[in-house]
């Protein structure tokens, strides 16, 4: 026995130094192959004299280094910092640069370069209107102009705020916290209490609204101020229910303000049972935790509330109107079987305290600049309600435009398929402008603002009185091109092309700013003045071997007769006469990434593999369109991915007995049903994927807070018909009923706390296929959601991945996956 112990000993100590060693190596490989080291540009901001462009350098796993550069002097980054939060970035009047990070603020005196800088902040803001710098560090409080010159100094201060661009900071004062609002002639103290955390929920100066503690009772309640008349109010909520938060508080008159504010709702301390009705049309309110929502009009003058129909009107939204609030209860017509259900929409009189039934909408609704038109499309037409006359207008167009009221209020544009449509509202008349054929248009120099805490209620404007800047994409070939639009006629600035054309900027009608990139070509700044491009910035200048990177289009047909597109990426080092294996990669329409920006690190068309990592390993990738009809998603994906695969028969240099396929989350699920179906691939790899569509269609989706049934009647599986309208059709389409006719090896995974795809569809698929005796690996990973956020998770997976491809279609052995050929 003795002998055998010392054997064992001997063999696990063996054992653990491979495991540790072959650790090791896949530590150095992970940290070699898959670190990302190419960036794209973001937050582009211009300054206002259009001498200066900073942006931020997005790498995969930070986008905090800011680069500055000199327009008349391209290709020089004059300044560059780590550790910047673009949204903190401002331009002085004089063109001075602020910016700021985690625990460092630094201002550039421009065109001088080096820095002022202030160390060890606590926070740090701009103020546009005062042109003032504000820099707390640890308890003191020091104002700056912007030239950094000190002009005010202030001790004791344990935070400071910014909103409406007034500052505001809390400071001790014997036994009291007190909020102050600071500006260079005046400091005013809003409130004191003994409590440090006073939150500023309202303002409309010289009126305050504050969210605080009652030292009293140690339970929230909000204060209003006026520093013109001294007054202090305490609201009182009319209900029975404590108040948790305040959400908004919106003037909608004179006097008057909508309050929204949630509230913490009495538990059934006897009850264990949650009953589940057969009408409840609101299944998320039982994820909510005892919280409800309650909406108030408070004249604080007059102490007076109105408590509005929260029951039957959840939703109530200013709209900037002294006179009217709109209202409606969103889940009404929910029946979960469709996404774009129609609401009721109502009118809510201040005055009056009348609610007046205004029409139906869709899911989203569109408003102007001064609260007077909501425009909605109902499912069937474009509805345009002037809310004062409670008049409707309908205008016949199609449903997926996105509309832009002009500033004025006098005009409404859309972008469309070959057009731009401008109503007149006055005049009650559409008037169309073409584009070139094929492509779509798109309103770029748009603003859109949500309105108070429902997203689908946003005021989106343009300023008619300047010039409209318009994009225009063909979605077959993804030519696109920028243009400009005024007086109903349209202009483009330069001819269109497939390069993706990014965050443009506009400063006149002759001066604009955007970025192109391609799939071999990294993104390059681009200015255009009076329709003349010139680079300023080429991104990436060390990534030289992108450029070697050659992609095809391929242009086929389904049995259906669908004209389809596929897209083949070249092995970086192809010599014509080799044979290359090959990875297809699906999801749905693939067109759309032929000008991505082929990035090194995690970056990919498909989640799980990068697509640069596997051309430069001497692969083909190929991501051919899917597209669906009445033989169910499964099915016309097999035909359409088949259909694909034939389109390539006459490149020799395409290995078809070495073909994998890979897919994630609806391409997951098309993976898995391919699997079933195809004898044409030697290897897959599915990622998040539904298995069974029966079940999935009976469940629900925690991370919509729904049943599932929409998502298959109306949306991305598009059967358009529940299970029990036609039970095979769901069947056939699902992968675990045909788990035995997989012929080739698969390789699941998914995050163990996915909430839109159950992770254990993935083990079912796992099940049906070791019951069946098929070749597969199931990967589970803890802490992970659809998508992997944690990197080493992220690496492990793409390693696995390649490894998984390596074996299966290069004949290079790994031990984990030999292990399961023993």
């Not at 054992?15 to 973001?42: C, I, P, R, W």
């Not at 897209?567 to 032929?594: C, D, F, W």
């Not at 992970?784 to 997976?797: A, K, M, P, V």
Request: positive net charge; charged residues 25%.
């Amino acid at each position: 026995m003795m002998v055998i112990k010392k054997k064992t000993i001997f063999l696990m100590v063996i054992f653990l130094m491979v495991a540790n060693f072959s650790f090791a190596q896949m530590k150095d490989f992970k940290a070699n192959e898959f670190a990302g080291h190419t960036y794209n540009l973001s937050w582009l901001t211009w300054s206002p004299d259009k001498k200066y462009v900073s942006f931020q350098k997005s790498y995969e796993y930070s986008s905090d280094t800011l680069s500055l550069i000199n327009v008349k002097h391209p290709e020089k980054i004059i300044f560059q910092s780590a550790g910047i939060y673009p949204n903190f970035l401002h331009y002085s009047k004089k063109g001075h640069l602020f910016m700021r990070g985690a625990n460092k603020a630094q201002l550039l005196k421009l065109p001088c370069v080096k820095p002022v800088i202030w160390e060890n902040i606590t926070d740090a803001f701009y103020l546009e209107k005062e042109e003032k710098i504000a820099i707390l560090q640890k308890d003191i409080l020091r104002i700056y102009n912007e030239d950094a010159e000190l002009i005010d100094e202030i001790h004791g201060v344990n935070a400071i705020k910014k909103n409406k661009d007034i500052l505001f900071f809390t400071g001790r004062n014997k036994n009291l916290y007190e909020l102050i609002k600071w500006t260079a002639n005046l400091k005013t103290t809003l409130n004191s209490s003994i409590h440090k955390r006073m939150n500023i929920v309202g303002n409309e100066n010289p009126i305050f609204f504050i969210a605080e503690r009652d030292s009293a009772t140690t339970k929230n309640r909000v204060k209003y101020i006026n520093i013109t008349t001294r007054k202090e109010i305490i609201f009182q909520p009319p209900s029975s229910h404590l108040l948790k938060n305040v959400v908004q508080v919106s003037k909608i008159g004179t006097s008057k303000f909508l309050m929204t504010y949630t509230t913490t709702l009495p538990k059934n301390e006897k009850s264990t049972v949650d009953i589940w009705y057969a009408n409840d049309r609101n299944l998320a309110e039982k994820f909510q935790n005892n919280v409800g929502l309650e909406n108030v009009i408070w004249n604080p003058e007059k102490t007076e509330y109105v408590l509005l129909n929260n029951d039957r009107f959840p939703k109530h939204i200013p709209i900037g109107h002294g006179g009217y609030v709109l209202a409606l209860d969103p889940t009404a017509n929910q029946h979960y079987i469709y996404d774009k259900i129609e609401s009721e929409l109502y009118r809510y009189d201040i005055n009056t305290n009348k609610y007046e039934f205004l029409g139906l909408t869709g899911v989203n609704c569109y408003m102007d600049d001064k609260g007077k038109y909501v425009l909605s499309h109902d499912n069937k037409n474009w509805a345009l309600y002037t809310i004062a006359t409670m008049e409707k207008r309908v205008l016949t167009l199609e449903a997926d435009l996105i509309p832009y009221f002009s500033l004025s209020g006098e005009k409404i544009i859309f972008g469309g398929h070959q057009k731009i449509v401008e109503y007149n509202i006055s005049a009650s008349e559409l008037k169309t402008t073409r584009i070139p054929e094929g492509f779509n248009a798109e309103i770029i120099s748009g603003s859109s603002e949500q309105l108070g805490i429902d997203s689908r209620f946003t005021k989106n404007s343009y300023d008619d009185s300047k010039t409209t800047l318009i994009k225009i994409l063909n979605p077959d070939t993804s030519d696109q091109t920028l243009g400009i639009y005024r007086n109903q006629s349209f202009q483009a600035l330069y001819h269109s092309s497939d390069d993706l054309v990014s965050i443009p900027l506009m400063k006149d009608a002759n001066s604009i700013l955007y970025l192109k990139s391609n799939y071999n070509k990294p993104p390059v700044l681009i200015r255009n003045t009076n329709s003349r491009e010139a680079a300023i910035f080429h991104s990436n200048k060390e990534d030289d071997a992108v450029f070697n990177y050659k992609k095809t289009r391929t242009y086929y047909r389904n049995s259906m007769g669908i004209p389809l597109t596929g897209l083949l990426y070249y092995p970086a080092h192809y010599k014509k006469g080799k044979k290359y294996p090959m990875v297809v990669g699906i999801y749905e329409l693939m067109r759309n990434q032929s000008n991505k920006y082929l990035r090194d690190g995690f970056i990919g068309s498909v989640e799980g593999f990068n697509m640069r990592n596997f051309l430069d390993r001497g692969y083909f990738i190929y991501l051919p369109d899917i597209t669906y009809d009445g033989r169910g998603p499964g099915k016309s994906a097999v035909d359409a991915v088949e259909s694909s695969l034939d389109a390539l028969a006459n490149i020799g240099e395409i290995d078809f007995s070495k073909v994998g396929l890979i897919g994630h989350s609806h391409g997951g699920y098309e993976t898995n049903f391919i699997a079933t179906q195809s004898k044409r691939f030697a290897a897959y790899v599915s990622g998040a994927g539904n298995s069974d569509l029966v079940r999935s269609f009976h469940s629900f989706n925690y991370n919509f807070l729904s049943p599932f049934y929409w998502q298959f009647e109306e949306q991305q599986y598009r059967i358009y018909k529940p299970f029990a309208a036609d039970k095979n059709l769901y069947l056939e389409n699902s992968p675990i009923y045909h788990a035995e006719q997989v012929s080739q090896p698969i390789l699941l995974w998914a995050g163990k706390e996915d909430r839109n795809i159950a992770w254990d569809q993935s083990m079912e698929f796992y099940l049906g296929l070791r019951r069946n005796d098929k070749k597969v690996i199931a990967l589970f990973y803890e802490k992970e959601g659809h998508s992997f956020s944690e990197r080493r998770n992220r690496e492990d997976l793409f390693v696995r991945i390649k490894e998984w491809f390596d074996f299966h279609l290069k004949g290079i052995k790994t031990p984990w996956i030999s292990e399961m050929y023993q």
